[in-house]
């Protein structure tokens, strides 16, 4: 059985605390978006909608009992993050120390530390999902199957992984790596592991979403899913030049239909400025909660393939390579009282952000390439569990924004932040696979 010297692991220790309570001061008390708000709200209310996952809300609902505002959260996330960064670092063992300390200093890195300072459900999601993973880390490293203390890890990190999962609806594409990673140290017969992994996992936590939304939380179904729809209906009409949406509208607004209204970087438009008469008009029509709106959308794509890959080529290559909001530094307008205040840490790193916003460490498409490259390694590279460790991250990294050629609605730099995330904390890990070629 390995175990963890505490005194030998103090730099690791010190590094994560020093950068805990630098973000801390410098993001104090967390940079609040619209959709922030909302989810406050519904969290001070009690009164939840899954147009946000609900998830989230039941937990700043809890949070907010004890620290009131946007700090508790941002307290929650930056405790998350750099407690997953440490976690991970203790995986390594300690005759690797300077590869150890590299995971977290990667936590340093403007393009990994930057959106920790929003209150966003793409933050919470990532750093629920890399403590998860620097639990099965340091299971991992302890290694002893027979110690029921050290199994209940594997419970916690599974709990951590499913309950990241709700965070956000389209984290189930990354999912499966993580699962196989968290099963990888446990002795099963291999059909009953995959079988797990692939189908009964991912299963039980869509059913426990629906469960925890629905039954539990009572929340109000707001079809968030259909802002997908209107996106991709409204690209196939603007390439096919038809108008797929087949609403009552005037010939300018059919027209304005398949010229001007869409925009490949999100589906805004059709929600408000000039083509806001396209969301209103569908709601008002009752295509959006009957399931007109979900037919039209199989026949639109049936009927112009070509337009439909098009309009996601078109979006998914702004993410990549041109994405939006890469570091915010104001709080949304509200009457709540939430205020943000740059201090002179957040200034420096909204410098360094924007003389490196242009370079490819700012590029989802990097990281959607590294990834790649990364897994592909891996699937070569000697079984172990550092080959394990970053294959999985890489390989979730890689999916989740992949899927994204499928499921944007947008083209956010926050769309990106676990791939980011994951990626970035599996460098040492790979480091390590070539300096030692062999397992520990």
Not at 37 to 61: K, N, R
Not at 222 to 239: C, N, T
Request: proline share 3%; net charge positive.
């Amino acid at each position: 059985m390995s175990t963890i010297d505490i005194k030998k692991r103090t730099p690791q220790a010190v590094l994560a605390a020093i950068g805990l309570a630098l973000t801390l001061r410098a993001f104090f008390p967390g940079i609040v978006s619209s959709d922030a708000i909302d989810q406050y709200q519904q969290a001070t209310s009690f009164i939840f909608s899954d147009w946000h996952p609900p998830i989230m809300s039941f937990i700043w609902s809890v949070v907010n009992d004890w620290i009131p505002g946007p700090f508790g959260m941002l307290l929650l996330e930056c405790i998350l993050y750099w407690g997953g960064l440490f976690l991970l670092s203790l995986s390594i063992p300690q005759s690797h120390r300077k590869l150890s300390l590299a995971v977290i200093v990667a936590g340093f890195m403007p393009f990994t530390v930057g959106t920790l300072s929003h209150i966003w459900k793409d933050v919470l999601h990532g750093v629920m999902w890399l403590f998860a993973v620097g639990i099965i880390g340091l299971y991992s490293y302890l290694d002893n199957e027979k110690d029921r203390r050290i199994k209940k890890l594997l419970l916690a990190s599974g709990v951590m992984l499913a309950a990241g999962t709700m965070v956000r609806f389209n984290a189930i594409f990354g999912l499966l790596p993580l699962v196989w990673l968290l099963f990888s140290k446990i002795t099963i017969q291999s059909w009953k592991k995959w079988l797990i992994i692939l189908i009964l996992f991912p299963a039980c936590t869509i059913l426990l979403t629906s469960v925890f939304n629905y039954g539990f939380l009572n929340a109000a179904k707001g079809r968030a899913y259909q802002s997908l729809i209107v996106f991709d209906i409204g690209g196939i009409s603007h390439f096919s030049g038809k108008d797929y949406f087949k609403e009552n509208w005037s010939n300018s607004e059919s027209d304005k239909v398949t010229s001007i209204c869409y925009n490949s970087k999100a589906w805004d438009v059709y929600a408000w400025g000039e083509c806001k008469y396209v969301l209103s008009d569908i709601q008002a029509s009752g295509a959006w909660a009957d399931g007109t709106l979900l037919k039209k959308w199989v026949t639109a794509i049936y009927n112009e393939p070509g337009a439909y890959l098009h309009h996601r080529y078109e979006n998914f290559m702004i993410l990549l390579w041109n994405p939006n909001l890469i570091l915010g530094g104001q709080t949304a307008d509200n009457d709540l009282g939430f205020k943000f205040e740059k201090t002179g840490m957040f200034r420096t790193l909204e410098v360094t952000t924007n003389l490196l916003k242009d370079s490819f460490v700012f590029k989802p498409g990097f990281w959607l390439l590294a990834s790649f490259l990364f897994s592909i390694y891996g699937l070569f590279a000697k079984k172990c569990f550092t080959r394990d460790m970053f294959l999985a991250l890489n390989a979730s990294s890689f999916l989740y924004l992949l899927a994204y050629l499928f499921v944007g609605v947008a083209s956010d730099f926050r769309y990106a932040y676990w791939s980011i995330l994951a990626t970035s904390a599996s460098i040492p890990f790979i480091m390590l696979s070539i300096k030692t070629n062999k397992s520990y």
